[in-house]
């Protein structure tokens, strides 16, 4: 079963998103909860896992995106539907899996909900930051700076290419994460996803086992069912 | 003063032509040695009393040696007196067409070796049977007075109309070469007349400025301030186009005075008002007084000017640089100013004459860059006022407003067709409204109030609530600056959750020309303060702008004063002067 969450403070629009939303997601039975604020359904997300947030958003100042930053670091990933459309490009760069604009027909919200249930589908635009939640605070990692991010149960641990802050725990899992990364990071193994820029070279050790050296020095192993790709990957870059 | 200027027109001819020598004529035993050629060096007179029967000037074997000896500039003030002066003839050195050039205040008579040449006025004995003469004589000197060696010019004058003493009544005595002296004369009149133009032009443009463009008090300083230089400057020039006599030298002088007094007064008076400095009223007062001592100062009337022209640079220094110090402005009128201060300083002499021109040019320069920034910053105030009016339409124009309904409009159509029709009816309606109320800096505050009733019903569409806004006193013939309660509604609305069962609140004051309007806003929380963003800069620059263009014709004063009540309402007071259609 999956749970979403909607804020829409119109009800008209939240009614709208809510019967639209149903109805594409029939068959998957959708638990629905609706909130006319965010102060209310913030007190429902720190007490209840959910898989969806649809946020209507004000977005103009940069408080808006403060909110944002909250959500996108959270393990749900978050829609944004709002009706400043110039603030899309910025929102997917905190991390958001779609930015649906208003007013949006039933396709577009549909197209929306269809990246997050086929988890290979990938967000319009890598994200350019990851939010992480740290000790009382949302704290922002550039992406450039991840060399490789490995699953850590329903966790993820986001190794860094910096010396201050070698790991951080993110909320999300590896898959949810992957959707949000841009085209330069590759599933490269069940449990790790590598930033394919930092690659030194492909080793090829003793029993046609496959691992990745980056230029920090560590050694990421290649899942069998992936080495075809990572190859792939590497033979385009070189050309 | 006039004289002054013919005396550098002759420094002018002199730089070119003068050069010593030594030359002797031994011929004549009763003569003085007198060295330089074509010059009088060795002049002499005495004077004559009433009772002398017969005057004896002009004979060549006149015994001069034991009359008194003086400088020219010396020559005695109300008094009737013989004059005699020799000079040594070096034809050779002689210019083309030598004249004798005499710059005086008195009736004269001059003869050349005994011979009349000149007549100016008619010299008499006392102030009523003198006739003044004109100030310049130029006469060319007979050509067969003209040999090698000593010849004799002697003259008989009379100064009776001089009346107050003057420092100097003796200006020029000369013999000059008439051609250079006038081609001089007309270089430097070309620059006066250039001068007074530039002044004339200056006061008509600022002039029109101030009446057809904006009524600033600067600009109206600056005009009169060109308009006395140029008087100033045409009242030297007098001499050129005047051939007055002498007795209205005086008259002059104080006219000059009088004029420089009150260009002295405008140009620190101009500084004073194009800055914003505090205090206008006692500063000019201060100026005014200092002025008037200067004024009193005993001096000739030339250095009365000069000092009271020096006096008012020193004001608008101190204006200026208070102004650099509180204001933080560009200092290139400090410097201007101060450079103007030096150069009278060094040349105070020939102040009106020249002075005045170069200190007039920088000055005017100084005042010129002042206005010219401040009609810039004019100008960016109005492309201002233009803003706002646009602001106000895209304001509710905005993607945001306009796709945040038309969001609800999809879901009307799709559920609910014949709400859908209402809807759109009230936001064309809405839009309508703000089309003719943009156009128009003020409204009837009835109409601002059916523009507010619109939007609560727009916003009681999108929430399904039923807003409402009371009023509370009489509202006709009262005119408001447009949109004001209409962005703080819509504000309202940006910042908060409104539940339905809180109403708006207008409450309505008009008492002796003053109106006092006070808008409850409900609020849900302290937090969700109310008017930050573009509302609040939109009504503070609304308020601005009929603030400027009612300075004009009254003093009106808006002021808006916006609180948070305990009982949540956001609480936003404005009063202001009757408004005028």
């Known amino acids: 079963m999956m749970n979403i969450v909607i804020v829409e403070d119109e009800p008209l629009v939240q009614q709208r998103t809510l019967r639209l939303t149903l109805e594409i997601l029939s068959t998957k039975q959708p638990k629905i909860i609706c909130f006319s604020n965010l102060d209310d359904a913030e007190v429902y997300l720190a007490e209840n896992s959910i898989d969806l947030l649809l946020l209507d958003l004000n977005l103009m100042g940069r408080n808006g995106f403060e909110l944002l930053k909250n959500n996108v670091a959270a393990a749900y990933h978050t829609i944004v539907i709002s009706a400043y459309a110039d603030k899309a490009i910025e929102a997917f760069e905190y991390g958001v899996l779609d930015f649906v604009a208003k007013p949006y027909t039933r396709e577009r919200l549909a197209k929306a909900l269809e990246r997050l249930l086929e988890s290979a589908k990938r967000s319009y635009y890598g994200c350019r930051y990851l939010s992480i939640k740290k000790v009382g605070a949302i704290e922002l990692v550039a992406i450039a700076d991840i060399s490789y991010i490995q699953a850590e149960g329903h966790y993820s641990l986001i190794h860094l290419n910096n010396e201050v802050d070698s790991t951080a725990l993110h909320a999300k899992n590896i898959e949810k994460i992957m959707q949000l990364l841009p085209a330069n990071f590759l599933r490269v193994h069940r449990s790790y996803i590598v930033n394919m820029n930092l690659v030194k070279k492909l080793v090829i050790e003793e029993g046609s086992r496959y691992s990745i050296q980056l230029t920090t020095a560590q050694e990421i192993p290649i899942g069998r069912t992936k080495y075809q790709a990572v190859k792939q990957y590497l033979a385009l870059q070189t050309l | ?581």
């Open chain 2, 1 to 581: 003063m006039l004289i002054r200027f013919v005396i550098l027109a002759f420094i002018f001819v002199t730089l070119v032509n003068t050069s010593p020598s030594f030359a002797f004529d031994e011929n004549r035993q009763h003569a003085p040695v007198v060295r330089d050629a074509n010059k009088f060096t060795d002049i002499r007179i005495r004077l004559i009393s009433p009772a002398d029967k017969k005057i004896q000037c002009h004979q060549l074997t006149i015994q001069d040696k034991n009359w008194q000896k003086i400088n020219f500039e010396d020559l005695p003030q109300n008094k009737h007196f013989c004059i005699r002066a020799w000079a040594n003839i070096d034809t050779a050195k002689l210019s083309s067409n030598p004249s004798l050039l005499i710059g005086m205040l008195g009736a004269s008579s001059f003869y050349w070796d005994n011979v009349l040449i000149s007549e100016n006025g008619e010299v008499g004995a006392s102030k009523n049977t003198e006739i003044p003469g004109v100030i310049t004589t130029l006469v060319r000197i007979p050509e067969q007075g003209l040999t090698n060696g000593l010849h004799l010019l002697s003259g008989e004058i009379s100064t009776f109309h001089v009346g107050k003493e003057l420092d100097s009544i003796g200006y020029v005595f000369t013999i000059v070469n008439e051609q250079s002296l006038y081609s001089s004369i007309l270089l430097l009149s070309v620059l006066s007349a250039f001068l007074i133009g530039i002044s004339f032009i200056l006061a008509i443009i600022f002039q029109l400025i101030y009446w057809l463009y904006q009524k600033e008090v600067s600009y109206q300083i600056f005009s009169l301030f060109c308009f006395t230089s140029a008087l100033i400057l045409s009242v030297e020039q007098a001499k050129f186009w005047l051939e007055y006599t002498y007795d209205w030298h005086a008259f002059r002088l104080f006219l000059i005075y009088l004029l420089t007094f009150i260009a002295s007064l405008l140009l620190p008076f101009f500084y004073l008002f194009s800055e914003k400095s505090p205090k206008k009223r006692i500063v000019s007062f201060v100026i005014l007084l200092s002025l008037v001592v200067l004024s009193f100062v005993t001096l000739s009337y030339d250095e009365t000017s000069s000092l009271l022209f020096f006096g008012s640079l020193v004001s608008a220094l101190i204006i200026n640089l208070y102004a650099v110090i509180y204001t933080n402005k560009d200092k290139v009128n400090v410097f201007i100013i101060s450079l103007s201060l030096v150069f009278l300083y060094l040349i105070p002499d020939y102040f009106i004459e020249f002075g005045f021109s170069i200190v007039f040019i920088f000055v005017v320069m100084t005042m010129l860059i002042a206005l010219i920034k401040e009609m810039q910053s004019n100008k960016l105030k109005a492309l201002k006022a233009q803003r706002i009016k646009t602001e106000l339409l895209r304001r509710n124009m905005q993607p945001h407003f306009l796709m945040n309904c038309l969001t609800q409009l999809v879901e009307l159509i799709e559920v609910k067709p014949t709400k859908a029709v209402e809807f759109i009816a009230v936001l064309s309606d809405e839009f309508r409204q703000l089309t003719v109320q943009s156009d128009k800096k003020q409204v009837a505050l009835s109409d601002e109030i059916k523009l507010c009733n619109n939007h609560l019903t727009i916003m009681s569409f999108r929430y399904l609530q039923a807003y409402q806004l009371i009023i509370e006193g009489d509202v006709s013939e009262i005119l408001i600056p447009s949109s004001i309660l209409h962005s703080q509604i819509e504000n309202c609305f940006t910042h908060n959750e409104i539940s339905s069962a809180r109403a708006f609140k207008l409450i309505v004051d008009k008492r002796d020309g003053r109106i006092s309007l006070i808008l409850k806003t409900p609020i849900e929380s302290r937090v969700n303060r109310q008017g930050t963003g573009l509302g609040e800069k939109y009504i503070k620059a609304k308020l601005a702008e009929v603030d400027q263009v009612n300075k004009q014709t009254s003093k009106l004063q808006i002021s808006t004063f916006s609180s948070y009540e305990e009982n949540k309402y956001w609480v936003s007071k404005y009063s202001f002067d009757e408004l005028s259609a």
